[in-house]
């Protein structure tokens, strides 16, 4: 009989770490239309056992040279140390504890040395389970990083997945106004995760991104496996970026000024900000699953 607490290939769901393949889809709706997608590699790693997922594979390594490694100080506040302190941090100032609790932190792994994460997502719960916190942690090609730290709120969560929203606090992309606002659709990791973006201005729907992986165990044969079907997948993502820059500006897109993020009020944020909840701006023009998400 199939153990219920494993993923379909036997892998506990509960592991130290794990591997989400997956694909990347990115969609401008206005003013210019412009759509595109790859395949990517997600890591979820639980924060709290970083010593149990040093040893889950030689070519995977914590804090150390391997051919896929993960290092705290590519995230959080890159200084190498306890990502899982600054994630209590982070949520104590929402009053919220998450002693007992676990913290998994979805992001791309270093290979060869070198990651690139537009965007890095903290999964936070209580110690009865209950997820408590989200962290979405933005990275833009300038060297900056923001979080955007969201408590879960009562009614948040659904069968159907988390519904978050935030105004749009930190400039990303030179062709996407600041006077916008995300909508975030989560479905949390188990055997496969889901993160959907529906960026909006005053008008309504701007951009799109999601992200859908399937789980798969972290050990040596799939990381070899990931390794020749997606060579260089980290600097591929950067170059990418820079290349769909460069498609967008060809097509005629405007480049918009960039703006000191603390200067700036959207006004989006009022209470009757419509919450784009609608499932069909998210499926619109989303690929078939396995895709994932970039933050514009």
Request: with cysteine.
């Amino acid at each position: 009989m199939p153990d219920p607490s494993a993923c379909p290939d036997g892998h506990p769901v509960n592991a130290a770490a794990a591997l989400y393949p997956g694909k990347v889809m990115h969609a401008r709706l206005k003013p210019i239309g412009h759509r595109f997608s790859y395949r990517v590699m997600s890591l979820l790693i639980d924060l709290d056992r970083l010593d149990e997922a040093d040893r889950l594979s030689r070519l995977f390594g914590i804090d150390r040279a391997a051919l896929y490694s993960f290092h705290e100080k590519d995230h959080g506040p890159r200084d190498g140390t306890s990502l899982r302190a600054y994630a209590q941090r982070r949520a104590a100032e929402h009053g919220i504890d998450l002693t007992g609790g676990r913290v998994l932190l979805l992001c791309y792994p270093r290979l060869l040395g070198y990651a690139f994460n537009p965007l890095s997502v903290y999964f936070c719960t209580r110690a009865d389970g209950r997820l408590a916190l989200m962290i979405y942690e933005v990275r833009n090609t300038f060297g900056e990083i923001h979080s955007y730290v969201l408590p879960v709120d009562t009614g948040a969560l659904s069968a159907a997945g988390l519904r978050q929203q935030h105004d749009k606090l930190f400039y990303v992309s030179p062709f996407v106004p600041m006077e916008a606002r995300y909508h975030f659709r989560v479905l949390p990791p188990a055997d496969q995760v889901r993160v959907h973006i529906l960026e909006t201005d005053g008008v309504g729907p701007l951009l799109a991104a999601s992200f859908h992986g399937r789980r798969r165990a972290l050990n040596s044969p799939a990381l070899l496996r990931s390794f020749f079907a997606l060579p260089l997948m980290t600097f591929k993502i950067v170059a990418a970026i820079h290349w769909e820059a460069l498609r967008l500006w060809l097509k005629g897109a405007r480049l918009v000024p960039r703006f000191k993020a603390e200067t700036l009020t959207s006004g989006l944020a009022s209470a009757g900000c419509n919450d784009y909840a609608d499932p069909a701006l998210f499926v619109a023009g989303d690929p078939a699953p396995g895709e994932g998400a970039v933050v514009r």
